[in-house]
């Protein structure tokens, strides 16, 4: 005679312990920590990757500028901006003077761009936001570009400090993801800061 399992044989027989159960959930959890890691490094390579390519755009647009104009962006006197970070006015000012707009560097009065040309077309408009009341080049993180220019011109820029310089006419950089502004290229340096120091 065929034997048929009972209701309580089948339900023990289709069903996960609770000790099993655990384990598939720990499983999963496992797996799902791993592509969420996964996601996170690739979307930090990829901001990684936009910045990098926007400070080339920005460092092009300054290229192009000092081949029409023979000289950095300057102000009223024709003075360029000290060997220090731009402030965010002077940011302001630079990103203005690079898309076109006829001013100086330390006043709205004419004489940073009087051809008007846009040395800076192929960067996106999503990347310009206003900072604490400036117009500003932002990196995917949300915050300005940092520019630092050879204001002697001897191709040296002082890093923070004065302890050394960098044999370059400008530095461009991005503070990165934790914001922390140290931009000095060794390897002693910020690691998740995107640098550009370059000879024109």
Same mark, same amino acid.
């Given at each position: ?17 609770? /000790? ?11 797996? =799902?920590?791993? /592509?969420?890691? =996964? ?7 990829? #901001?990684? !990757? ?48 690079? /898309? ?8 709205? !009065? ?5 051809? #008007? ?11 310009? #936001? ?10 995917? @993180? ?23 310089? /960098? ?5 461009? @950089? ?27």
């Amino acid at each position: 005679m065929e034997h048929y399992p009972s209701n309580t044989e089948r339900s023990h027989l289709s069903s996960f312990t609770l /000790v099993e159960l655990l384990l598939v959930m720990a499983i999963i959890a496992v797996l =799902a920590g791993m /592509v969420l890691g =996964a996601l996170g490094s690739a979307r930090s390579a990829a #901001k990684r !990757a936009q910045a990098a390519d926007e400070i080339n755009s920005i460092s092009l647009a300054l290229k192009r500028y000092y081949g029409e104009y023979g000289t950095w962006p300057s102000d009223a006197t024709g003075a360029v901006p000290a060997s220090n970070p731009l402030s965010a006015a002077e940011l302001q000012s630079l990103y203005l003077i690079l /898309v076109g707009t006829n001013i100086n560097m330390s006043t709205a !009065a004419a004489g940073g761009n009087v051809r #008007k040309i846009n040395f800076l077309e192929s960067l996106k408009s999503s990347r310009i #936001k206003t900072i604490g009341g400036y117009v500003n080049l932002v990196d995917p @993180w949300g915050t300005a570009y940092q520019v630092r220019l050879d204001d002697a011109g001897d191709q040296q820029i002082p890093m923070f400090g004065g302890v050394t310089n /960098v044999y370059a006419e400008y530095g461009i @950089w991005s503070k990165g993801q934790d914001l922390i502004d140290n931009p000095a290229p060794t390897e002693n340096s910020n690691k998740d800061n995107v640098t550009s120091w370059q000879l024109k």
